[in-house]
């Protein structure tokens, strides 16, 4: 949802940031789509840890990592099937590390329920895109739903940035786990019905 919303709007500052930053137009986007996964594996042993302000601010980085490589392909002109797909490929790897890392902490705190719960995010969280790419083989798009990735990221990030002040997390989680869902049985309705029309 925010992804559409937005859409490519921050690419014009963005690419202005990372001019002054740089100094040069020659940046590799695939470089910050690595770095976004390097830190999301910091953000991961944070999880493990219990570090839950650096687990939040570790993803909101990461996050930023993915806007900025999508920003260079498009603003340098480096836009490339490879490119978006292992782009969408590395989000996967980002989007499961940082679960797994909740998961290892509740495990060690022999905490099921939450465990659980964590697990049932991490199913609706791959479901959301391959319900899409499965569906985008057979009509235009199916980016419906309200839990696309960019609210999933933010809301780990508040999730462990809060839970550094009180017990935010589990409530975080059961958000997560109820509207992955969600998505994903909307964008099965939807591409149902859009079927219909072929």
Avoid at 75 to 85: A, I, P
Avoid at 117 to 125: D, K, M, P, Q
Avoid at 154 to 163: D, E, K, S, V, W
Wanted: hydrophobic share 55%.
């Amino acid at each position: 949802m925010i992804s559409s919303k937005i859409g490519h709007r921050l690419d014009s500052p963005l690419s202005k940031i990372i001019r002054l930053i740089f100094k040069t137009d020659k940046l590799n986007p695939t470089y910050f789509t690595l770095a976004g996964l390097f830190v999301s594996l910091f953000a991961a042993a944070a999880f493990v840890y219990g570090k839950w302000l650096w687990a939040g601010f570790l993803i909101l980085v990461a996050g930023l990592f993915d806007m900025l490589d999508g920003a260079v392909a498009r603003t340098f002109g480096k836009v490339t099937n490879f490119g978006g797909f292992l782009d969408s490929v590395i989000d996967r790897y980002s989007d499961l590390v940082l679960l797994m890392g909740l998961i290892l902490y509740y495990a060690h705190n022999h905490n099921m329920h939450l465990l659980i719960l964590t697990a049932v995010v991490s199913i609706g969280t791959i479901l959301i895109p391959y319900t899409r790419a499965r569906a985008e083989v057979f009509i235009p798009h199916c980016d419906v739903g309200i839990m696309e990735r960019a609210e999933r990221i933010i809301l780990l990030a508040l999730g462990g940035i809060f839970q550094h002040f009180f017990n935010i997390m589990p409530i975080v989680l059961w958000v997560l786990a109820i509207f992955t869902h969600l998505t994903v049985l909307h964008r099965i309705y939807f591409t149902w019905k859009e079927v219909q029309k072929l």
